[in-house]
């Protein structure tokens, strides 16, 4: 599985962005996909995850209500929607997939990896 990941930029604390990771190599339908993020001088951290079927989502509790996973199946492409953006989002985002049932936030989990696309919020 290739990931693929897109939509990062600059953007004002209170605004938008959505990204988007295309998965390609392998239909990723039945794999549970997954957002981390990584800021300078900090270690990756979970944002969140969905299920391969879609019904479970599981969000770290920093963007819970402002964040949104999605998938499209039929594109073969994962979402996430961030609004009401704080400076403290600002990193690199990774999408990732793994091949368990369910959700997870361990990293260890996820076998796959996109290259990360840059988020960067100011004040």
């Known amino acids: 599985v290739q990931l693929q990941a897109s939509g990062g930029g600059l953007v004002q604390a209170g605004g938008s962005l959505r990204l988007s990771c295309a998965a390609s190599?392998?239909?990723?339908?039945?794999?549970?996909m997954a957002w981390f993020r990584q800021a300078p001088g900090k270690e990756r951290e979970f944002v969140t995850c969905i299920s391969w079927n879609g019904y479970s989502t599981y969000y770290a509790d920093s963007v819970k209500g402002r964040f949104t996973i999605s998938r499209d199946d039929a594109k073969d492409t994962v979402y996430l929607q961030m609004n009401n953006l704080r400076p403290e989002d600002t990193a690199v985002y990774y999408c990732?997939?793994?091949?368990?049932?369910?959700?997870?936030?361990?990293?260890?989990?996820?076998?796959?990896w996109g290259q990360g696309t840059q988020v960067t919020v100011s004040s």
């Open positions: 990732a997939a793994g091949e368990f049932n369910g959700v997870s936030r361990a990293t260890t989990a996820f076998g796959y």
């Open positions: 190599g392998r239909t990723h339908s039945t794999l549970p």
